[in-house]
């Protein structure tokens, strides 16, 4: 990750490890012409996938929990 990056890639994220995995191991190794930040934005996955996001150094990770709210009519 650089102070001040070219390009921003955002990825969007649920319960989908292996295929986020992937995608980020492909950045890593493709993209080396340009200066970039990788923000992955997780919809409130499972434990292993937030586990994982946490773990990796070289991302920006949103998470966070959805509440569902039931509005009377």
């Known amino acids: 990750m650089f102070d001040k990056p070219e390009c921003s890639i955002v990825i969007l ?3 989908q490890m292996e295929y986020t ?3 980020l ?3 890593r ?4 012409d ?3 930040e990788i923000i992955v934005v997780d919809n409130n996955s499972n ?3 937030v586990d ?3 773990k990796q150094k070289d991302i ?3 998470t966070y929990a959805v509440t569902l709210v039931k509005f009377r009519q």
């Open 13 to 15: 994220s649920f319960n």
């Open 52 to 54: 994982y996001l946490k």
């Open 25 to 27: 191991d492909s950045i």
């Open 29 to 32: 190794e493709h993209t080396k």
């Open 21 to 23: 995995e992937k995608c």
């Open 34 to 36: 340009v200066s970039y």
């Open 47 to 49: 434990t292993e996938t």
């Open 60 to 62: 920006i990770a949103v």
